[in-house]
């Protein structure tokens, strides 16, 4: 018996959420396309949150899941790949729902498919997305996005904001959060006893010594000395020019890597391993995974979208999971 089903064994059973994101984005594609693939997991329970008819399009094999059908798209008008405020709305409630489950205690973590930000803002919802959302229903202060395949794990300290605000938004805390949360993240849902971090610079050549800007100097290094005196089992590195770094990391010298923006990440993770991307909210109670792209509606109803990075987010939320059980044995 290998080490993760020993945990499920010990840890008793898990119940992964799922929820199917925009209606008409690809999400009803890549789920039943999934649930194809992904034979019975003993000790594994799947409570799908969706609407029955739009999944009815692709054959979803419901026999694998507890379906909830909230019946909330209406299929007269219905178009896949359409920005609709009707398709927003169905798409947060489906997470609502996810959040009630979750208050209950009726699921134990959540595999959230793509919603598209258009459609949700049109149709009242004002948060920038899951990660927002769910950091202010639980009353959670500071959370972190980790985006991970098969060769590294990135958190990064913004997230989606203009490239001209970047250095704005840079502080010294919250460079010294996003690496403090991506430190428990490691040792507490994926197992790892004494982590390595690097940090990337946000500045060409990590600023050579302030030609190309004093960001590495006046916020990172203070961050890194900060970390460094508080907590004794970790090993950081940085900054790092970003460009040298990621080249080290496809060799897994790092457990992690400290982003300072979005496409820093994106672009590298994206090239060394585009199928298997996998978004991770650290800081919350439980845990919540999501595949690396978009709704994608170019391709929605096509059959055209790949179902491996949901594959992907299924597996990372039970591995986590029962790391984070590990503690109660």
Request: with cysteine.
């Amino acid at each position: 018996m290998n080490y993760v089903k020993s945990l499920i064994f010990r840890s008793g059973k898990i119940r992964v959420g799922i929820t199917l994101g925009d209606p008409a984005g690809i999400g009803p594609q890549i789920l039943s396309d999934a649930f194809r693939q992904i034979g019975k997991l003993k000790g594994v329970e799947f409570i799908v949150i969706g609407d029955r008819k739009v999944l009815n399009k692709f054959n979803f094999p419901y026999n694998k899941v507890t379906f909830l059908d909230l019946d909330n798209v209406s299929l007269k008008e219905f178009s896949f790949g359409k920005i609709n405020p009707h398709y927003g709305r169905a798409a947060v409630e489906y997470i609502d729902k996810a959040i009630e489950l979750i208050k209950n205690k009726e699921i134990d973590c959540l595999v959230t498919l793509p919603i598209t930000k258009t459609s949700v803002s049109k149709g009242g919802f004002c948060w920038p997305g899951h990660t927002e959302y769910l950091a202010e229903i639980f009353g959670v202060k500071g959370v972190v996005m980790m985006l991970m395949n098969r060769y590294v794990r990135v958190s990064l300290v913004t997230r989606h904001l203009a490239i001209k605000d970047v250095a704005s938004e840079l502080t010294k805390e919250k460079i010294y959060n996003t690496i403090i949360l991506t430190y428990e993240g490691l040792k507490n849902w994926f197992g790892i006893r004494r982590p390595k971090i690097a940090v990337c610079a946000l500045n060409p050549h990590a600023s050579d010594g302030g030609m190309f800007g004093n960001e590495e100097e006046k916020l990172i290094i203070p961050a890194i000395n900060e970390v460094r005196n508080k907590i004794k089992d970790i090993t950081i590195f940085g900054p790092l020019a970003s460009d040298a770094l990621f080249f080290k990391a496809k060799e897994r010298i790092y457990n992690a890597i400290i982003a300072m923006y979005h496409d820093q990440a994106m672009i590298a993770l994206k090239l060394l391993d585009f199928f298997h991307g996998v978004n991770i909210t650290l800081g919350l109670p439980f845990v919540r995974t999501s595949p690396l792209h978009g709704s994608a509606l170019d391709m929605a109803g096509k059959r055209k979208a790949s179902c491996l990075p949901l594959i992907e987010a299924i597996q990372s939320a039970i591995r986590c999971t029962l790391y984070k059980r590990r503690g109660s044995f």
